[in-house]
């Protein structure tokens, strides 16, 4: 027997307890491993809460990612005792996820800890720093360089905002950091490397199509009007990597960035990226976030304390990455 963060459907109600299960209870998988960290994401909080129904089947295992130990492996990829990550693949969502003390997975979703790398800091990074550097490879791969001009991080606060500012800084980029509560974050996002923090209420303003150019790049975790006023406003040829919608899925904006600026919209999944992609993300990322980061932007909690922190990054009252201690 061992312990897990269990979600049941009551009605038309989520219910979310620690319970005892054993590993009977686990879905397939070819590879069974000791959960030593998980994360809570946004996408963890939709779900614990059950706000915006995602999970189909229940009794489900919350936590789209993972870090621990192999115990058993029918892979010959992996043997007991490799140090293993595991984020994305519908784990959490479809599939038992990172918020119990053992997981079974296929071995396909899984990635090698890389070697300057331990449990604890993959999941200070975990899905949402995944995410971050992919943003920021899609905007490197448009010629989207230091000099091109200021980068704007939407959601700055958060898990994929706070490393994107991070590791845009560390590359030499200025980057604006918007938030939704400047007068509690401005100070982290500082000294996290934003040359700027503005109030997300300045990109909530209905815009017109076009706006005075400002953003050579955008990294957008926000969506809906926050993203529509942020095209407005980009520079000719600028591009921007979006992978949220924690202000919703609707996007009310006009071709006009398109086709008189020459602006490109790079669309950014992590829960599907190819191995190899994910592999060479994953050393980029660990390679570039300074130790500094570990310190200040991330934060632990029991498995325990989930359900309650679930309810304050839905109402985004969390600031950057919750680290659970499984």
Request: glycine share 10%.
């Amino acid at each position: 027997m061992f312990k897990a963060l269990v979600l049941t459907q009551e009605g038309e109600n989520t219910l979310a307890n620690i319970t005892q299960i054993q590993e009977s209870d686990l879905p397939e998988g070819e590879v069974l491993v000791d959960v030593a960290y998980s994360s809570l994401n946004y996408k963890d909080g939709l779900a614990i809460t059950g706000i915006g129904r995602i999970i189909r089947h229940f009794p489900m295992v919350p936590g789209i990612d993972f870090s621990g130990v192999v115990n058993e492996s029918a892979d010959p990829r992996y043997k007991k005792g490799d140090e293993v990550i595991l984020t994305g693949w519908g784990v959490g969502e479809n599939h038992w996820g990172g918020m119990a003390e053992k997981a079974r997975v296929k071995a396909d979703w899984l990635v090698p800890m890389p070697l300057t790398c331990n449990a604890q800091k993959a999941m200070m990074i975990g899905t949402a720093g995944l995410t971050a550097m992919l943003c920021v490879q899609a905007l490197q791969d448009a010629k989207i360089t230091p000099e091109s001009g200021d980068i704007l991080v939407t959601g700055a606060s958060g898990g994929v905002g706070s490393v994107a500012v991070s590791l845009l800084a560390r590359l030499g980029y200025k980057v604006v950091a918007s938030s939704g509560r400047v007068e509690q974050n401005s100070e982290l996002l500082l000294s996290l490397g934003a040359s700027e923090v503005i109030e997300r209420s300045e990109l909530e303003q209905d815009s017109r199509p076009l706006e005075k150019q400002r953003w050579a790049g955008i990294v957008d975790t926000v969506g809906n009007k926050v993203l529509a006023t942020a095209l407005a406003q980009m520079n000719y040829g600028g591009a921007a990597a979006i992978c949220g919608l924690a202000g919703g899925f609707a996007l009310p904006t006009t071709v006009m960035p398109f086709i008189l600026r020459g602006v490109s919209l790079l669309g950014i999944d992590s829960v599907s990226c190819p191995l190899d992609k994910r592999q060479a993300a994953w050393e980029r990322v660990i390679e570039l976030l300074p130790e500094s980061y570990y310190q200040q932007a991330a934060q632990t909690i029991e498995l325990d304390e989930v359900a309650a922190y679930a309810d304050k990054i839905v109402n985004g009252q969390v600031t950057g990455r919750i680290l659970v201690k499984v």
